[in-house]
């Protein structure tokens, strides 16, 4: 059974309509990770969540937001899609100690149009 | 320069033969992982190391925690095991997960 779980697989979003991607893991693992992933290109992490704990990259758009409203879901918010922010957008838990695996999920492709 | 380094970026191959990709990595961690992607598709992990060699089936991990370097080997390589091969350093203190840029093999019949 899948154990981190991305929904939609496929989004179709409209150039500047707000759009909610959302995570579920089913570990009650301590950290999930938003990553954005565009063609050829190696995830780049957005954010993350250390439990209530939320941790930003510097050079993450304020146009993404996320929110975690429990352990178990985690949501990523974009305001306003452009159409630079078509991507594959991940997913990723881990228990937060050191040493301990990351999960995936199967992500969501996001296509602004 | 990434944190986390990946080479070959592109690597071909033809089937049957041994495959190393090589990830170098410049932050302190407390794990590394190799995860594997089809195109399109999700990531899935293969390995997480903090120490040692790892083996599952034809696939070999091995990391130098001192040098800072790991490696994953495909012995007997087949066509189905061409993806987008990556690995990713856990940052111990940060609780980051960060990627390297990724090798894309393509084992050829």
Not at chain 1, 7 to 18: D, E, I, L, S
Not at chain 1, 44 to 73: C, G, I, M, V, W
Not at chain 2, 50 to 66: E, M, P, V, Y
């Amino acid at each position: 059974d899948a154990m981190v779980i991305q929904n939609p697989r496929y989004q179709v979003t409209q150039f500047g309509k707000p759009v909610t991607l959302s995570c579920s893991q089913t570990l009650n693992h301590n950290v999930m990770y938003w990553y954005q992933q565009k063609s050829s290109q190696a995830p780049k992490l957005l954010f993350h969540y250390y439990d209530k704990d939320f941790n930003n990259e510097a050079d993450t758009p304020d146009n993404f937001q996320s929110r975690r409203p429990n352990t178990s879901f985690c949501f990523l918010d974009i305001r306003s899609p452009g159409l630079g922010d078509a991507a594959m957008y991940l997913c990723a838990t881990s228990r937060g100690d050191a040493g301990t695996e990351a999960f995936f999920g199967q992500g969501t492709r996001l296509t602004v149009v | 320069k990434n944190e986390v380094e990946q080479s070959p970026q592109n690597l071909t191959a033809q089937e049957g033969e041994f495959i190393t990709i090589n990830c170098s990595y410049s932050v302190g961690i407390s794990a590394l992982h190799w995860l594997q992607q089809h195109p399109g598709g999700g990531i899935v992990s293969l390995f997480m190391l903090s120490s040692g060699k790892k083996k599952h089936g034809r696939l070999i991990a091995t990391i130098n925690i001192q040098e800072k370097h790991s490696s994953l080997h495909i012995t007997a390589s087949h066509p189905r095991d061409s993806a987008v091969y990556i690995c990713a350093a856990h940052g111990g203190a940060t609780n980051k997960l960060i990627f390297g840029t990724g090798t894309l093999l393509a084992v050829q019949p």
